[in-house]
């Protein structure tokens, strides 16, 4: 089937920001009021991909302390033996750790100075409830209960200029994660890009989603702006994603496929600074080892491809991978050959811009919070050091409070 | 003494404290249903108010004979081994029932219980959970979540056979304070530790509850301050005496029926009508449902219509024919995969339903369907015949009643208004086109 690709001046025609909204005095989001035209990044526009992993991800069997004999003590079903661990040397000064044998797409990003392991990452008082945890982490606030937007929100809010494209997009099966959510704009999610199609509407229809209305609830506003922004987006990706080759081959999951649609609309040039998508299933209760390995085995080899591909089409300059869990794993695993809820865990970046090597320091079993791993670096150190160093934004700004840097980029 | 009534539960006297007009009617109906058929409207407009219509309701009417077919063939699905097949078959019924409220309490209790079929593995399993929340979704709280507690389906989602003596396993106990009965801040990490014991020996077998005696941990417990040989009974009964949860109740089922955000007199009010009546579901709602509360100005069209109320509502004020893969997809899709909720949390409903992808495919669901072929569903015709729709004032009056209430936005009146100066002749335009422009309005998506 052929696809209509409207030219920039039939795009411009064809806005429904530009028209019916505008005329009308309602207030939109900047980048909403321009066109294609802006959706081109600048060339030196720095790309930050996140990867959540969701349901509490094993630390120790991700960065296995194999030569710690209360480790194999722990977990006397579950451990992974030393010889079986890809050993990672001992840059940054910790010895006795290596990943996952499932891993080897990571083990091989990092011994080519791609991937920077950031162990023992968490917050004081850690929560054990999945959500109130990933809260934590999505608001970056210790006491999320009252706070509506998230970190990356608070980069949307600060970075989201006149006629500039999104500043964020989800390419993901899941509702808008609230470490997304902005106080000016609906950061697009998109389930996939073939998703995002919109055929032909009446003028009838389009003044009856935008003209703004003379009472409206918040509620009704915030529906109408997404409706708005929908339309609007569906014709911003069809513009955009025309170039539908990915630039390298990705295994056959699920995550590849969402990576490689973030290449896409990436090497398409769609605009957005940060792209966010999930990995779920990480909350191994029972038979953990039937579920982990292939989890870790599809994180590994998805990004691995992932950035592969951004290389392929030189863009390994502009872009950073984070992956981050709500907690990890109890040390001692439990009766059902899994794990229960526990506090620190490992964090990696992946691409040029980390610095690569193992930080955060060795993972200390003999010192443990009520069975979990303390924390040594806090997770707002990470965010902080990679707004200001990557992103470019006052982390203090985002974070309501100043982070030492975690040492994580080059 | 008299506990003294609160005005806010009060019920609803029209001609006092409103009208008993289309509007609403047409909101009772949509949230303790769906998006109503005229039937439906023109059957609440004849009650005297909206007590009479709760009552009918919450006692819930005579399945309808095509209804009933589908009963008949629960076995059929349930041995079929299919998700999918099951999912069509509950919102083929959603579509079909007479008892539009059991049908949103039973989704309203699957999200409550969140139980995923990606960690169950058993479609039959997952019917014959569906079929105890339906059989109980109206009843005593107690009973549901005693009945949950032993659910097959529910034991294999949260790891109930592995909680074994002396290796306990917190999974359900969790839970069960968590987001089943009390919500955060009611309990303590030793009321879950001590909890989980009670309920060692808690297994399932080839899909039937068993109790294992020798796996059961009989030695004493302390659960939220009751201590003894407790049972996993004992801590249910514990879990629903807890002021805490008919609060978390009423905080919920508030935000299902009248708000997403009820203020905390609301919430006061509705947990004492729980209580007071046992935490009998039904017979709370039925005070609800005809109370001032339900009708304040400020909750009509407040709540974000779900993608399984979307679509089934769709069919319902349409009368459409619901093709079960169609349907399936859709609400799939829209976000809302019935049978495989994204956690043990359920979905968080309102605003999350809300994204420029879901939105999308809301649009486009309402272009396909008010296509010449209505996607196969809509039969403008034979509408158009059933209701005796032979001009256009009366299409587009039918029109405006069956999606917005018959109160069209001053932004759209005029659009719908111009129809009738075109497609002369056409009828069956004129109602496609009508329902296009309002289903494609930001007020329908909301309830």
């Known amino acids: 089937m052929t696809r209509h690709h409207p030219s920039r001046r039939e795009f411009l025609g064809s806005s429904l920001a530009a028209t019916t909204l505008l005329a009308t005095g ?78 080897t797409g990571f083990k091989d990003l990092y011994d080519r100075g791609l991937l920077s392991v950031v162990t023992n990452v968490g917050y004081p008082n850690p ?17 999320p209960e009252k706070i509506e937007d998230g970190w990356l929100g608070r980069v949307v809010d600060l970075t989201a200029a006149e006629g500039a494209a999104p500043p964020a997009l989800v390419l993901d099966d899941t509702p808008l994660p609230l470490a997304l959510k902005s106080r000016t704009l609906s950061v697009p999610t998109v389930s996939s890009i073939d998703a995002f199609k919109l055929g032909e509407l009446s003028p009838d229809v389009q003044q009856a989603i935008t003209k703004a209305r003379s009472t409206a609830s918040d509620d009704l506003l915030f529906v109408q702006r997404t ?122 970046l992946a691409g040029r811009a980390c610095r690569p090597g193992v930080h955060g320091g060795p993972i200390d079993l ?24 990557w992103v470019g934004v006052d982390p203090a700004a985002v974070l309501g409070g100043t982070f030492s840097p975690a040492g994580v980029l080059a | 003494m008299t506990p003294r009534r609160t005005s806010t539960l009060d019920p609803y006297q029209p001609g006092t404290h409103g009208p008993w007009d289309t509007p609403a009617v047409c909101h009772l109906l949509r949230r303790a249903g769906f998006q109503p058929s005229l039937a439906e409207i023109q059957a609440g407009l004849k009650d005297v108010g909206p007590a009479a219509t709760a009552r009918r309701l919450v006692q819930g009417e005579p399945e309808t004979s095509r209804a009933r077919e589908l009963d008949d063939i629960s076995g059929s699905v349930e041995r079929s081994q299919d998700i999918n097949a099951v999912r069509g078959w509950w919102l083929k019924r959603m579509a079909r029932t007479s008892r539009p409220l059991h049908a949103r309490m039973t989704v309203f209790w699957h999200n409550h219980f969140a ?70 801040g009611n309990y303590t990490e030793q009321d879950i530790k001590e909890a989980a014991r009670a309920f060692t020996g808690w297994h399932q077998r080839q899909g039937e509850f068993r109790f294992f005696e020798r796996n059961h941990d009989s030695s004493t417990k302390t659960v939220l301050g ?31 029926f009248v ?48 993608p399984v109320e979307f679509v089934v509502g769709a069919c319902r004020s349409l009368e459409t024919k619901v093709p079960v893969k169609a349907v399936v997809d859709s609400v799939n899709q829209m976000g809302q995969r019935l049978l495989e909720p994204p956690s043990v949390k359920g979905w968080n409903g309102h605003r999350a339903w809300i994204n420029s992808s879901t939105m999308l495919l809301r649009l486009t669901g309402v272009q396909r369907l008010t296509a010449p072929d209505g996607a196969g569903m809509l039969d403008a015709a034979q509408l158009r015949s059933r209701h005796g729709l032979d001009s256009k004032q009366k299409v587009l009056e039918f029109c405006r009643a069956v999606t917005l209430d018959s109160s069209v936005p001053p932004e759209v009146a005029p659009s719908i208004d111009s129809l009738e100066g075109q497609h002369d002749g056409q009828l069956d335009t004129v109602l496609r086109e009508a329902l296009r422009i309002l289903m494609s309005t930001p007020e329908y998506q909301l309830a």
């Open chain 1, 26 to 103: 309602f207030t939109l989001p900047g980048f909403l009021a321009r066109t294609a035209r802006a959706a081109v990044a600048a060339p030196d526009d720095r790309i930050l991909v996140i990867v959540q992993l969701t349901g509490g991800n094993d630390g120790l069997n991700t960065v296995v302390p194999f030569g710690d004999d209360r480790y194999h003590k722990a977990r006397p079903t579950l451990r992974i033996a030393p010889d079986a661990a890809l050993k990672l040397d001992g840059k940054g000064g910790v010895d006795g750790l290596g990943l996952n044998p499932s891993m």
């Open chain 1, 227 to 348: 409706l708005v922004q929908s339309v609007d987006n569906a014709r911003r990706i069809d513009h955009v994603a025309g170039d539908r080759a990915p630039a390298a081959a990705y295994p056959d999951y699920g995550l590849a496929a969402r990576l490689r649609q973030i290449e896409q609309l990436i090497g398409a040039g769609f605009g957005a600074r940060v792209y966010y998508t999930s990995l779920d299933g990480f909350d191994t209760h029972s038979k953990q080892r039937l579920t982990h390995e292939p989890l870790l085995r599809e994180l590994s080899g998805s990004v691995a491809a992932f950035l592969a591909a951004i290389e392929a089409r030189g863009l390994a300059d502009r872009v950073l991978v984070l992956t981050y869990s709500e907690f990890g794993r109890r040390v001692k695993e439990n009766g059902s050959q899994g794990t229960d809820h526990g506090a620190a865990a490992p964090m990696f």
């Open chain 1, 366 to 389: 003999a010192d443990l919070d009520e069975g979990d791993v303390r924390h040594k670096i806090d997770f707002r150190q990470v965010y902080a050091e990679v707004l200001r160093g």
């Open chain 2, 259 to 306: 708000t997403p955000h009820p203020n905390p007199d609301l919430v006061d009010a509705f947990s004492r009508c729980l209580r007071d009546n046992d935490l009998h579901i039904g017979n709370s709602l039925e005070v609800l449902l005809a109370s001032r509360a339900m009708f304040d100005p400020a909750v009509r069209r407040a709540r974000i219509k779900s």
């Open chain 2, 115 to 184: 139980t995923s079929n990606e960690k169950v593995m058993s479609a039959p399993l997952m019917m014959r959970q569906l079929e105890t929340i339906e059989a109980l979704a109206m009843g005593r709280f107690e009973d549901l979540l005693l009945a949950m507690s032993r659910d097959p389906a529910m034991i294999i989602w949260l790891d109930g056979d592995s909680n074994i003596k002396g290796r306990p396993n917190e999974n359900y106990a969790r839970e069960l304070f968590e987001l089943f009965s009390l919500g955060v």
């Open chain 2, 226 to 256: 009751h201590k003894g040989n407790l049972s996993g009974e004992d801590v249910v009964s514990i879990a629903v005496e807890q002021p805490a949860c008919a609060r978390f109740l009423a905080t919920k089922l508030l935000a299902e």
């Open chain 1, 127 to 143: 929560d054990r409830s999945h959500f109130r945890s990933m809260d934590i982490w999505h608001t970056a606030n210790l006491a």
